[in-house]
């Protein structure tokens, strides 16, 4: 009975030492991997990785005690001091993204890391600008195409018909233009045999031109509402009117 009691001693004590140590080598281990980790060279904000609508950016470092910001690749440093620094540049309008290779050193341990800014804003600004130029190339040819089938007869009877309408006058004679509240309007006549100007039109923009009357000019719109005015004599008239989206004074 002795001899049991003794040998299941013996038997708990290992145990409870090999437990010891498993504690012990485990916290040996955390300890190392602590003393082994190198501390990070530097920090930033993720709010700052999107540059504006020119392409601008500006990412605020927090750079830690001992280390410097050797270079960044693809930006300017602006150093303040105490661990602020700036990198700042400006993304060509036509890249979407741009990465900044930043190096940072303490004079013994070196840390590089590659920095994503996103440039979709000024990038998509781009994008629509090109859709819009496909658009109005667009526009403008359907516009051609509709003015040969679509007459001054054909608005002056019912140009509410044709509402929306790409529309183009090739050639038109100012006989009237003013401005209000940086609108313009202008009554034309849009054609001619002999040099004498008949069908008078009225077309509306939106912003100011150097049009004046007399001026020969170039229209691409779109068929609005007709236009109702009146006249010198106190009556009214009502003529078709072309929302413009480009007028051009001809030579």
């Known amino acids: 009975m002795k001899k ?6 013996v038997a708990f004590a290992l145990i409870l030492g090999a437990c010891g140590s498993d504690e012990s080598s485990e916290k040996k281990a955390a300890a190392e991997e602590k003393k082994e980790k190198p501390t990070e060279a530097f920090t930033y904000n993720e709010i700052d990785l999107e540059a504006d609508d020119d392409g601008e950016f500006d990412v605020s470092l927090t750079v830690s ?32 993204k741009a990465e900044i290779t930043v190096t940072a050193t303490n004079g013994e341990d070196t840390q590089e890391e590659i920095i994503t800014i996103d440039n979709s804003e000024a990038y998509n600004t781009v ?13 403008k040819k ?19 018909g044709y509402v929306g309408t790409e529309y183009y006058i090739a050639k038109a004679k100012v006989a009237q233009a003013f401005e209000e509240n940086g609108k313009t309007v202008l009554m ?7 040099n004498y100007w008949t069908d008078l039109i009225a077309i509306a923009y939106n912003g100011s031109t150097d049009v004046i009357q007399d001026d020969i000019v170039e229209v ?11 006249t010198k004599i106190g009556g009214t008239n009502t003529v078709p009117l072309i929302l ?3 007028i051009k004074i001809l030579p």
């Open 220 to 230: 691409y719109g779109y068929v609005a509402e007709q236009y109702t005015y009146q």
């Open 142 to 160: 359907i516009a051609r195409e509709n003015s040969k089938e679509i007459t001054y007869k054909h608005l002056i009877k019912t140009s509410d």
């Open 65 to 96: 005690e001992g280390y410097k910001i050797d270079k960044a690749d693809g930006a300017e440093i602006e150093d303040w001091g105490d661990g602020d620094v700036d990198l700042v540049g400006v993304i060509a309008k036509d890249n979407k």
């Open 127 to 139: 994008a629509q600008a090109e859709q819009d130029k496909k658009d109005l190339k667009a526009a």
């Open 4 to 9: 049991l009691l003794l040998v299941a001693s």
């Open 244 to 246: 413009a989206s480009e």
């Open 188 to 194: 034309v006549n849009m054609s001619n045999e002999n």
